[in-house]
Each structure stands twice: as structure tokens, then as C-alpha cells.
């Protein structure tokens, strides 16, 4: 589809969505065996989710698993079934991210109207915490950002952002080249590509420059922090986020944010120490 003058991302979502509910479709990105945290976690947020979004949203939800060398596939997969089912945006979660980290997910991506956003997490590695957010460092090289080089809160544009939490307005799809993952011209000539996997730039970088390309800059959203799960019982988290509570007044679940605590089941507060 042809961009010329017309970009419907733009338009606001209190014109598009006046008459009827967003339809968001959540796909899990599964390589393996998942992990139990992750598993938990996603059992959580669902539970919540049915509460805190009744009347807001539409939701579809998918997993699609893939061998190693195939995760190309797999995230093509989602984006066009996502597609197919009339989605109005594309969550997509690799399956290994607590997302009960980030109760209002959903609500945080939406409310900052902005076509292609990504969360924060840390790279899975004890040695160095390192967030999963890129800069180019000129040419065709990029390197990884430092804490002191992000958006402060509640985010900001970046140059590339993190794979493994992605959030995607569907129109923005409709004028991006399939497969959305990789460039066409990793194929032979005068052939169509199909799942070829770009050895130049990996699938969150080709991501943003495709955006990039049309006009939309990549936007971290720092109100959406995930814990990294490295194995089992072991999870990286952003500074700031601890690990969840059980609540002393509900038995629901205390998320950590910052500075304070809070209860998703009945609101209770309480200060960080």
C-alpha cells in the first residue's frame, strides 16, 4: 500500500474507536518449555485483565511456537493472523517476561497513542544490567544504551527498541513490506522472499527502521517494565521493580513500582523500604 500524504496511525483514538471497543491481539512468542515464573505470571495478569479491561477492549490471544532459526516465522505468523482477525493492535511478549510485572499493560501502550512502542526489560545476564534499548553508533553499527541514555519516566522516542515487548498499531502494518521481519532483498533477485532471515540487522532493528522509514519514531514506554526471567527462580527486573508480594489484606498480588507497593486485587498501598 502506497504511504503518499495519508497515515492513519495518526488519526486519534477518540475518533476511531467511538463507536466500538480496540481489538488487541496478544501473542506469545514460545521457544521452548516455559517457564513456570512466566507461566504464573500470565495466569496473574489474565485474572486481573478480566476486571480491569471489562468494557474497554477486545481481545485476542495467541501463541505461536518456533524452533530456533525460525523465530522469523514465527513473529510473521502473529502479525498476519493478527491481521486476519481485524486487530487494531499487535501485543507481542516473548515467553520469557513476567507480565505481571505490568498489571495495566494494555492500558499503558493505549493510552499513549503512539503506533510502535516497546517496554522496558534487562538483558539475560548476571554479569552486566544492561536494558534492551539501542542507539546507532553510526553506519551500520548500533550499540546498546546505558540507564543514564534512556527516556526518563514516562518515555521517551529511541532509536531501537527491544524485541520482546513490542506494541504495534495494525495500520502501520497494512503499509510495511511482508514479511514484516525481514527486508525483501535477502531473497535472489525477482524472487519473492519467505523466510529468509536478514543476517544483517536482527528482527527488532529491522523492525524499527522499517517504522522509521514511513515517519514513525520508536517510543519507549517506561510505565511498562518486565522482569526478565534468566532461569528458573531467577529473573532480571529494571531498577525500581522488585519482585511481586502476596497483599496481607486481600491475599491478592503487590506489584512494586518505584517507590510503593500497590495491591491489583483491592488497591492497598504501602511505602518501598
Given at each position: ?19 466500538r ?33 471489562k ?16 523465530q ?10 493478527a ?14 517476561h ?7 499493560i ?12 516497546g ?21 551500520d ?65 529491522q ?5 522509521t ?13 518486565l ?7 531467577s529473573i ?11 497483599c496481607?489484606?486481600c491475599?491478592?498480588?503487590?506489584i ?18
Amino acid at each position: 500500500m502506497s504511504l503518499g500524504d495519508v497515515r492513519p496511525w495518526e488519526e486519534s483514538y477518540a475518533e476511531r474507536f467511538k463507536d466500538r471497543l480496540p481489538k488487541v491481539y496478544i501473542g506469545f512468542i514460545a521457544y521452548g518449555d516455559i517457564y513456570p515464573e512466566v507461566f504464573l505470571s500470565a495466569i496473574h495478569w489474565a485474572f486481573q485483565a478480566g476486571a480491569r479491561y471489562k468494557g474497554k477492549f477486545e481481545f485476542c490471544w495467541a501463541q505461536e511456537p518456533f524452533a530456533k532459526k525460525e523465530q522469523y516465522r514465527a513473529r510473521n505468523s502473529l502479525t498476519l493472523e493478527a491481521q486476519k482477525a481485524g486487530a487494531d493492535f499487535v501485543l507481542t511478549l516473548d515467553d520469557d517476561h513476567t507480565l505481571a510485572d505490568c498489571p495495566d499493560i494494555v492500558g499503558h501502550f493505549f493510552r499513549e497513542e503512539k503506533p510502535l512502542q516497546g517496554g522496558l526489560y534487562i538483558q539475560r545476564t548476571d554479569e552486566i544490567e544492561q536494558p534492551v534499548i539501542c542507539k546507532s553508533l553510526g553506519g551500520d553499527k548500533y550499540g546498546f544504551c546505558s540507564y543514564e541514555e534512556l527516556p526518563p519516566y514516562p518515555g521517551g522516542p529511541v532509536e531501537v527498541l527491544g524485541g520482546g515487548v513490542n506494541w504495534i498499531d495494525a495500520r502501520l502494518l497494512d503499509f510495511m513490506q511482508e514479511p514484516h521481519y525481514w527486508p525483501p532483498n535477502t531473497a535472489p533477485e525477482g524472487r519473492t522472499p519467505l523466510f529468509l532471515p536478514n543476517t544483517k540487522y536482527g528482527l527488532d532493528l529491522q523492525l524499527c527502521r522499517a517504522a522509521t522509514a514511513l515517519g514513525v519514531t520508536p517510543w519507549l514506554n517506561r510505565n511498562v517494565e518486565l522482569g526478565h526471567v534468566v532461569h528458573e527462580r531467577s529473573i532480571l527486573r529494571p531498577r525500581g521493580k522488585e519482585g511481586n508480594a502476596i497483599c496481607p489484606q486481600c491475599t491478592g498480588l503487590m506489584i512494586h513500582d518505584r517507590d510503593r507497593w500497590r495491591c491489583n486485587t483491592c488497591q492497598t498501598e504501602a511505602q518501598a523500604a
